[in-house]
């Protein structure tokens, strides 16, 4: 008899003490690692708001050439004719080409005129000619078309930034899913863990009871820890079937359809707590300077201000204008030119115009002014708000990092207490009381690790959202 108790006591002792250090790393099934990359990979190819960033710049790119057609070659052909009584009155055909220069237009036309009563001012028969419009005043360093193209560049640039910004966005709650994720199904295996060894040890302690070698309450404590192991699996079961299904809102397929999360994939926990990397938040403050979106969309929106201005100020000079035709008989236009052919056949004009105020000129240039002055305040607020976030979110990563070292240390002495207290159990000198309090202290422990982890995690990668590095 005493031989089979000897037996029962060494083998409860020989599962508390080395069976449950590796129990903890033990997996059932066949499961399949969903790692954090080909997750955010996924993402990034598939989600609907990632490909609605990409579309931000086919729209720019489209108004970009929008605004080049500002400078494409026009054709326009002007005909009249008249014909009453039987007598022919007129007949004017001028096709005409225009190109628009960075400064001006070049015009090149065609003209045949005839008819008896033609208007004195056109030149009759076949005639050709060639000029430049060109502003002198206002128009001169920049006009609208010049200042849309200008700004239809930085548009697409700023939605460039914006499609980043956009995905920036997204992959930090994608990561934050990810984490939660990872958090619940981590809990729920370390709740199983804990129930196949408050099993065996309800197990073992019922033949103990059964031999006269344990007490009936040791059975009622042995399965009180084992039921409240079960309630806690339960809820850590509803918490990994939530987080599951938040994790698969992120997760669609090339079809653009919803894919739902196998039930078999489980998260890569490789990333353990022993491995941690401290966030230095003015390397990430100088990151953002650099890259950060939202602040190079301020500046472009600074710089598109810039053109607006300096296109305002144009407008206070007066319309000036300077147009000059090199004129040719026949359809001979650029045949020959020398300066005393110009100087014998020509058409030049002039034209003028000037509010005597300018009263709307000057409310819109001061306007104008009052938006740049007032992007340059946002843009300096923004950017001290950026590196504030960075600030917290690194100052609250390190700390959690700290937590963690000091929980890694703790373990170890938890698991040595635990060890100690079985063995003390199995000679008399303690209750299973005493036991499952050490126990439940150290699942509170574990618990208290993997949550610390996940948060280290969840602030780390927030830093880089802040800073604007999540691509």
């Known amino acids: ?68 057609g500002n400078f494409d070659p026009s054709l326009n052909i002007e005909a009249d004719r008249k014909t009453f009584d039987g007598k022919n009155y007129f007949f004017h055909t001028d096709p005409e080409i225009t190109v628009p220069l960075p400064v001006g237009n070049l015009r090149a036309g065609l003209e045949n005129n005839g008819g008896d009563n033609l208007f004195s001012e056109y ?4 005639s050709s000619y060639a000029g430049l419009e060109l502003p002198l005043a206002r128009g001169l360093l920049l006009d609208k078309r010049r200042a849309a193209l200008q700004q239809a560049r930085l548009y697409k640039n700023q939605s460039q ?16 899913s990810y984490w939660q994720w990872s958090y619940a ?59 599951a299904l938040v994790l698969s809102n992120f997760l669609w397929t090339d079809q653009d359809t919803v894919w739902n999360l196998p039930a078999n994939y489980q998260p890569d926990t490789n990333s353990d707590p022993s491995r941690l990397d401290f966030v230095v938040p003015e390397e990430l403050i100088s990151v953002s300077d650099a890259l950060n979106p939202q602040l190079k969309a301020y500046e472009l929106k600074i710089k598109g201000l810039e053109i ?89 990563a ?18 040595y207490l635990l060890q100690n207290e079985t063995l003390k159990y199995t000679q008399g000198e303690s209750s299973l009381f005493m036991v499952n309090s050490r126990e439940s202290k150290l699942m509170d422990l574990l618990q208290k690790r993997i949550e610390t ?3 280290f995690l969840k602030a780390k990668y927030a830093a880089q959202w802040a800073a604007g590095s999540l691509r």
């Open 123 to 126: 030149t009759r028969g076949k």
């Open 185 to 243: 199904w981590q809990r729920y295996q370390l709740y199983d863990q804990f129930i196949h060894l408050a099993e065996n040890r309800l197990r073992l302690i019922r033949i103990a009871f059964q031999q006269g070698d344990k007490s009936a309450m040791d059975t009622v404590e042995a399965s009180a820890q084992l039921q409240t192991y079960l309630l806690g699996l339960a809820d850590a079961q509803i918490m990994k079937n939530n987080t």
């Open 398 to 415: 390190n700390l959690m990092a700290n937590q963690l070292q000091t929980l890694n240390k703790m373990e170890g002495q938890y698991r």
């Open 161 to 176: 930034q914006e499609q980043l910004q956009m995905l920036n966005d997204l992959l930090l709650d994608a990561y934050t």
């Open 308 to 396: 607006d201005q300096r296109l305002k100020a144009q407008n206070l000079l007066p319309y000036l204008t300077l147009k000059g035709n090199i004129l040719y008989k026949d359809y001979y236009v650029f045949k020959s030119i020398d300066p005393g052919y110009i100087q014998n056949n020509y058409k030049w004009g002039i034209s003028f115009s000037m509010p005597l105020f300018l009263r709307n000129e000057r409310g819109n240039y001061q306007q104008s002014k009052l938006k740049l002055k007032d992007a340059g305040y946002g843009l300096s607020l923004k950017k001290q708000q950026i590196n504030s976030k960075i600030r917290s979110y690194a100052m609250e």
């Open 1 to 68: 008899m005493m031989e089979m108790r000897t037996t029962i006591c060494n083998l409860f002792i020989a599962v508390l003490m080395f069976v449950f250090p590796f129990a903890l790393f033990g997996q059932s099934g066949k499961p399949e690692i969903f790692g954090v990359d080909k997750f955010i990979e996924q993402v990034k190819q598939f989600h609907p708001l990632a490909k609605q960033a990409g579309i931000l710049v086919s729209m720019a790119e489209a108004n970009l050439l929008s605004a080049k």
């Open 453 to 455: 982890n996940i948060k």
